[in-house]
């Protein structure tokens, strides 16, 4: 079957515009979440939702940042006014388990350049 | 709270002899770990797992990592290295009381010489 899936793949915005990353998720699974992995660096946590509900935000690294998964399954991360420390590939991941800890599948990610 | 330490930022092998990554954790709970590597270019890939169940755990390609709670660390190993091999690969920590949420280390890029 079809694995998690990101687009765009690649993505150059100049600075001050806004962006927007999707992510389909694998059919079913009930959590997504969202990591930035700067270059060279491991990936870093950003949001959490369990279907449409974002549980946790904790990891959004300012108000310019915004997640949605308004039906519980594509979910679209959104970045308002880009600064050249946005610049990072944007990693989705799916899970199938409403609760205790279960396999992250990872999508291919979306390298965001920030100009 | 969790994290995990990778204690090698590069680790260079030839091919055909042993690799062994280090990875040491942190967390206030019983942790779940895993080992993923990344291809350049391409998505994350699950290695193995550990979830409480045996402490030696056996993964794909070859690899598997040994759980230590005394030591609070697993780290990765694979008897005999091939080019394919060559990669970067994350130690992770996660754990219900975080939210399921994945803690990366910083990651050990492995290069293999033939």
């Known amino acids: 079957g079809a694995g998690v899936s990101q687009s765009p793949r690649y993505k150059v915005a100049k600075r001050g515009q806004d962006v927007a990353l999707r992510c389909d998720p694998i059919?079913?699974?009930?959590?997504l979440f969202w990591y930035q992995q700067a270059l060279g660096q491991g990936p870093e946590f950003l949001t959490y939702?369990?279907?449409?509900?974002?549980?946790?935000k904790s990891g959004l690294p300012s108000d310019r940042f915004f997640a949605e998964r308004p039906e519980g399954s594509v979910s679209t991360l959104k970045i308002q006014r880009t600064q050249q420390e946005d610049s990072a590939v944007y990693l989705c991941?799916?899970?199938?388990?409403?609760?205790?800890?279960?396999?992250?599948?990872f999508g291919p990610g979306t390298r965001l350049t920030v100009t | 709270a969790q994290s995990v330490t990778q204690l090698d930022s590069h680790v260079s092998v030839s091919e055909g002899t042993p690799v062994l990554l280090r990875c040491n954790y942190s967390?206030?709970?019983?942790?779940?770990l895993f080992w993923y590597v990344q291809h350049p270019n391409k998505g994350l890939q699950l290695l193995l797992k550990?979830?409480?169940?045996?402490?030696l755990v056996k993964g794909i390609n070859g690899f598997e990592a040994e759980f230590k709670k005394s030591e609070t660390s697993f780290h990765l190993t694979k008897p005999s290295a091939h080019m394919s091999d060559a990669a970067e690969y994350f130690c992770?920590?996660?754990?219900?009381?975080?939210?399921?949420?994945?803690?990366f280390g910083g990651g050990t890029r492995v290069l293999v010489k033939p």
């Open positions: 991941a799916s899970s199938l388990n409403r609760q205790g800890v279960g396999e992250q599948y």
């Open positions: 059919s079913g699974h009930v959590s």
């Open positions: 939702f369990q279907n449409e509900a974002q549980l946790d």
């Open positions: 967390s206030s709970y019983s942790p779940s």
């Open positions: 550990y979830t409480s169940a045996a402490t």
């Open positions: 992770v920590v996660s754990g219900r009381a975080a939210g399921n949420k994945l803690t």
